[in-house]
């Protein structure tokens, strides 16, 4: 295989797109000014190796995207986590693959449907791991496809998946922290490499609960630039819209100052004052709760590397129902939480690494680790308890009652359907909305009693909405099967999704006409 690579400055820093002639065995690669390129291998992206020889594509912890070539084909890596993905199109002799689904679509021609209603689906489905997520994405012209986690090979003759290589069984605890603190090492010194053209900056998330404090108490004696702690969690049972900037303290400074780093807090709901980039949040995920990030886009100065705890789910086990969380190698999870950044990072420039990842397809090893009686001096017994993240972090001197109290979380969740915070994006959807005929003028003028509607049927509880609450609950009784009332206009949860992704889709394509 042959790489023809082209710089784009206009492209987001960490975009690519390459267009695979497989008959020709030759492959053109259009990029962002911040992917790195070399003769064997293009890559945004960090893993446990050095960065010279570029062997990402033979570990189970690369974090980013990108390929590698062989001597007679191709083969495309993503991300070992769930949080990003690949999309391509294939026909008899191309194929065409991006790290962004509106940078696919715009090179090929093509855009989501409008008129489709499984958007919300599809996004959704990422949730049910790496064997059950829904691949196929339907646009006007047919339909492009989703690669998540495993590798995808192209040759002259054919293409093919391969797995990445799983992580070793972990036999205790010592185990796989050993693991953990380990490969976190490679991965540093992979981001650090002087090989790279700009070596990359390191930060961090931090909060009051249990998956950051034990992301940072394992990442920070090998140095961490700045880190990022929420004050303020969301406030329980209201919605973005019903929210003041008061909430329950989810400070992390005091956690930051115990392990030796830098703090720098950010507001959960910076997005209430400017949210230019909102779009951007919406080209990957139709429901995005992770505008509650959106600030520190204006801390990041060069590419970096960020933490989180995304995936921590992993350290748990559901104490109420004496049953451990599901036990399979899946990647499954329960949340959306951190995959509506995928598209945005690309933008602002950092690699996503959510380190519970690391190692996380053995689940299993991990689950019995938690339940192991040497673990017991780090369980509380509470629903809330992790005693391996408890084990990390108090072993590496975070005080007991500085974090893992309380669940708390920092999410921003919008209601249903979606529509854009910023008044000229929306005023542009809403046009977008007309034009497509999908609602008229005066039908959109009813958007605010939907809102309040939906707000209702989303949120309510025996505390508020009672009456909905124990109407469900009568109802359910009554036909003898669960029963929740719809929420209305349903069918448009898709369409704020599908508009962004085909807006910057447009951008892109006149970008590319002007060049």
């Known amino acids: 295989m042959q790489l023809r690579a082209l710089a784009n400055a206009t492209l987001p820093q960490l975009a690519w797109v390459a267009e695979v002639d497989r008959l020709s065995e030759r492959v053109t690669l259009r990029h962002g000014p911040r992917v790195e390129v070399r003769s064997t291998f293009f890559i945004e992206g960090v893993w446990n190796g050095s960065f010279h020889a570029g062997a990402f594509g033979d570990t189970d912890c690369m974090f980013g995207t990108g390929a590698i070539l062989d001597s007679d084909s191709i083969r495309f890596v993503p991300s070992a986590s769930t949080a990003d993905s690949l999309y391509y199109k294939q026909d008899s002799s191309h ?17 989501l449907d409008p008129r489709c209603l499984e958007y919300p689906e599809i996004c ?3 949730m049910a791991g790496i064997n059950h997520y829904r691949r196929d994405i339907p646009t006007q012209k047919g339909m492009v496809h989703r690669q998540l986690y495993r590798n995808l090979h192209v040759s002259r003759e054919r293409v093919w998946e391969s797995d990445k290589r799983m992580p070793p069984k972990f036999a205790d605890f010592k185990d796989y922290r050993d693991y953990l603190r380990d490969t976190y090492a490679l991965i540093v010194a992979n981001a650090r490499d002087p090989a790279r053209t700009k070596p990359l900056e390191i930060l961090s998330t931090q909060s009051t609960g249990y998956d950051t404090t034990a992301v940072n108490a394992l990442a920070g004696p090998y140095g961490i630039a700045k880190v990022f702690t929420i004050t303020t969690a969301k406030t329980s049972g209201h919605l973005a819209h019903q929210e003041s900037d008061e909430g329950p303290d989810d400070d992390g400074s005091a956690i930051c100052k115990s392990l030796g780093l830098p703090c720098i807090p950010i507001n959960r709901r910076a997005f209430a004052g400017e949210f230019k980039d909102e779009h951007w949040f919406y080209c ?31 350290w748990s086990s559901d104490v109420s129902k004496g049953q451990p969380l599901d036990q399979n190698s899946e990647l499954s999870r329960k949340d959306s939480g951190g995959l509506g950044i ?30 192991f009686s040497e673990m017991d001096p780090w369980r509380l017994g509470k629903v809330y308890d992790r005693p391996i993240a408890r084990r990390i972090a108090e072993e590496a001197g975070v005080p007991r009652a500085f974090f893992g109290q309380h669940k708390l979380g920092s999410v921003v969740i919008f209601p249903q359907p979606a529509i854009p915070q910023d008044t000229m994006l929306r005023n542009e959807f809403f046009q977008y909305l007309v034009g497509e005929k999908i609602m008229t003028r005066s039908a959109i003028m009813f958007w605010p009693f939907v809102r309040w509607v939906n707000s209702i049927l989303l949120m309510r509880s025996k505390k508020r909405y009672a009456v909905v609450y124990y109407t469900e609950r009568v109802v ?6 669960p029963f929740r009332f719809k929420r209305m206009w349903s069918k448009l949860n898709g369409t704020l999704y599908c508009f962004c992704v085909n807006r910057a889709a447009a951008i892109y394509k006149e970008l590319h006409l002007r060049q």
């Open 284 to 314: 990957a995920l139709f429901h995005n709760q992770d505008a509650n990030l959106l600030e520190i886009g204006k801390h990041i100065s060069q590419v970096s590397v960020l933490l989180t705890g995304q995936g921590g789910s992993i």
């Open 476 to 481: 359910s009784m009554l036909i003898r099967q």
């Open 95 to 111: 194929i065409t693959i991006s790290n962004s689904l509106p940078l696919l679509l715009s090179s090929i021609g093509d855009a």
């Open 342 to 371: 995928a598209e945005w990072r690309l933008v602002v420039g950092f690699v996503h690494l959510p380190l519970p990842y690391i190692g996380a397809r053995r689940r299993s090893d991990i689950i019995k680790i938690t339940k």
């Open 124 to 126: 959704d489905s990422i």
